[in-house]
Nanobody, 120 residues
Framework: QVQLVESGGGLVQPGGSLRLSCAAS????????MGWYRQAPGKQRELVTG???????NYADSVKGRFTISRDNAKNTVYLQMNSLKAEDTAVYYC??????????????WGQGTLVTVSS
């Protein structure tokens, strides 16, 4: 099996920054796309950003210019650098990866979520 462990959430003031990390472990053979989603209270989960195996990112319009996704393939880890945070960025952030296991199974795996609260 494959497990994801997220870290880096917390409370930050408007205009501040946070960096989220999501590390995969277990029976990882290769990781294709990696991404971050978020779910605010009372709202549906939405895609924030994703990155391909080749390193090409895409972003939701709401975070363009403020958030940056990156990945370290050697560490099976994806990062989300969040700058100029706004109150509306408050949500539980989830990472998701598309992975091929050592048993050559294709899986989509979700992290446990990490809470980001932007408030003064």
């Amino acid at each position: 099996q494959v497990q994801l462990v997220e870290s880096g959430g917390g409370l930050v003031q408007p205009g501040g920054s946070l960096r989220l990390s999501c590390a995969a472990s277990g029976s990882v053979f290769s990781i294709n796309a990696m991404g971050w989603y978020r779910q605010a209270p009372g709202k549906q989960r939405e895609l924030v950003t994703g990155i391909t195996s080749g390193g090409s990112p895409n972003y939701a319009d709401s975070v363009k210019g403020r958030f940056t996704i990156s990945r370290d393939n050697a560490k099976n880890t994806v990062y989300l650098q969040m700058n100029s945070l706004k109150a509306e960025d408050t949500a539980v952030y989830y990472c998701k990866i598309s992975v091929v296991t050592t048993g050559l199974r294709y899986l989509e795996v979700w992290g446990q979520g990490t809470l980001v609260t932007v408030s003064s």
